[in-house]
């Protein structure tokens, strides 16, 4: 078996059992990168040599028979808008950070460290995570393996590309509305949203503070839960870092959770729901009540009907307040000519963002503006916790939800950039999640006729990740779609 075909915790067990090196495994990605990445363009950042250095540190301690981390040897991208300090570049996907480095690592760089990883490089995304294509960046857009003449998703599209076309087994994304998710299901890999709280922020580049969470992207149900395992846990650096017990997410993965009760959510198979993502996805729950599940239907009428309306309020208010430090000043881009200081400061900042990001601060900043605040951002506050209480009240009676993950497969590059509603509502059936907090995750289900990859949503409550990855394994033990291989890969190995 070829070294990147083999899932990181098959890749994890040969290295600590030494039939194979951590060099080979880092050559092997670094070969696929070089090999791919100009096609796929999932990476915006590599460093060859330091990834050589890394793997021959952690090939001595493992023939020295010394203690090793969690994934010694395991190669893993980061998206990038984490922050890191090796040489690597933090530049969100922005002309208005391009090139800054960052003077300290995010705390899950730092545990990915600890767990003797090797960072292969930083990842692709939408312009500090706005997005649902990895269409706008400053490096230009990544494509889909399955299909380069579409997208991967977003704004975590770079990573889950770069995991489909096995130049990595694990990368790490952000998700603020569907952005591990979303990807992961237009990928065809698996996508983690972790409860809000269970994985440091600290050293995330903000988009919308209450919103963001950091998670996995993998090949495998088990590879995910590996990667969480690495970088879940409390930080006091971070203070919606909450210090709850991480479990052993691996020692339970293989037992079923039964009896199992799943919701779904009526107003998640509606018009505009793609006729190949219906059935597939109602065949992949069809596969848990052959096994024993009970099917429940539920409503959840705020998650779904206003989830779009108030997420686009409080998400771009939050932005406009975080993305307010981009000024010109201390660090980032500086317009090379101005009059004054408040003419560097337009400048700058007209000059360093793309217009979506533009777009979401206007709105944001509409919407916390004198006379609108009660009107608009209040007001969606209030129905946040009408979309909470949908979920609170569901896992009352069910241990699940599932349902799409989005409502169409991968779209051709460029369809939707001209129109933001329709690029907005890819994330329909995601951005509850966020808002809700809770856990949430996207697994392969299937294939459409062109050959796209379909991912099944399942939502858990909130720090229920143990019992999330339980739930999707059982599905993932049934089915062959995660040993399925991109067309890309076979041309070019």
């Not at 290295?15 to 096609?39: K, V």
Request: hydrophobic letters at 40%; aromatic letters at 8%.
């Amino acid at each position: 078996m070829a070294i990147l075909d083999q899932t990181a915790c098959q890749m994890r067990d040969a290295l600590r059992r030494r039939d194979l090196t951590a060099a080979d495994a880092a050559e092997a990605s670094l070969a696929a990168i070089e090999r791919l990445d100009p096609t796929v363009a999932a990476f915006v950042a590599t460093d060859a040599c330091a990834v050589r250095r890394r793997a021959a540190e952690i090939d001595a301690r493992l023939d020295a028979g010394g203690p090793v981390g969690l994934l010694a040897g395991v190669p893993v991208a980061v998206k990038d808008n984490m922050c890191t300090a090796d040489g690597l570049p933090t530049s969100c996907g922005s002309r208005i950070l391009d090139g800054w480095r960052a003077p300290y690592n995010a705390h899950v760089v730092e545990r990915l460290l600890a767990a003797d990883a090797v960072i292969v490089g930083k990842t692709n995304m939408d312009e500090f995570a706005m997005g649902s294509s990895t269409e706008h960046s400053c490096f230009g857009p990544t494509h889909n393996p399955w299909d380069t003449a579409t997208v991967p998703g977003g704004s975590s599209g770079g990573s889950a590309a770069a995991v489909a076309a096995r130049m990595v087994p694990l990368a790490l994304g952000s998700d603020t509305g569907g952005s591990i998710r979303q990807p992961g299901s237009l990928c065809g890999v698996v996508g983690m949203k972790p409860t809000y709280g269970r994985v440091s922020r600290y050293g995330l580049v903000a988009f919308a503070s209450s919103l963001d969470q950091i998670g996995p992207l993998a090949r495998t149900v088990g590879d995910a839960a590996l990667l969480l395992q690495a970088v879940a846990g409390h930080d006091a650096r971070d203070s919606t870092s909450v210090n709850e017990p991480v479990p052993d997410y691996l020692a339970v993965l293989d037992e079923p959770v039964a009896p199992l009760r799943i919701g779904v959510p009526k107003e998640f198979f509606t018009e505009g729901l793609d006729p190949e993502v219906e059935r597939l996805v109602r065949e992949a729950i069809g596969v848990y009540e052959r096994l024993g599940a009970k099917l429940v239907e539920i409503d959840l009428p705020h998650a779904t009907d206003y989830a779009i309306a108030t997420y686009y309020i409080v998400a771009p208010s939050e932005a406009s307040s975080n993305l307010a430090r981009y000024d010109g000043v201390h660090y980032g881009y500086r317009a090379p000519e101005h009059a004054d200081m408040i003419d560097m400061y337009m400048r700058s900042r007209s000059e360093g963002f793309g217009d979506e990001v533009k777009r979401r601060i206007m709105l944001g900043t509409f919407a916390l503006s004198s006379g609108y605040y009660d009107a608009y951002y209040k007001k969606a506050l209030r129905v946040r916790r009408l979309v909470r209480r949908d979920f609170d009240e569901a896992f009352e009676k069910v241990d699940c939800i599932m349902g799409p993950t989005s409502a169409t497969p991968a779209f051709p590059l460029g369809e939707r950039l001209e129109n933001p509603l329709a690029m907005y509502l890819s994330d329909l059936f995601t951005v509850g999640a966020n808002m809700a907090a809770i856990a949430g995750i996207s697994i392969p289900c299937g294939f459409t006729g062109a050959g796209l990859p379909v991912g099944l949503q399942i939502l858990t409550g909130v720090f229920t990740e143990d019992r999330l990855l339980r739930i999707s394994r059982m599905y993932e033990r049934q089915t062959d779609w995660t040993s399925r291989r991109p067309a890309i890969c076979e041309a070019s190995a």
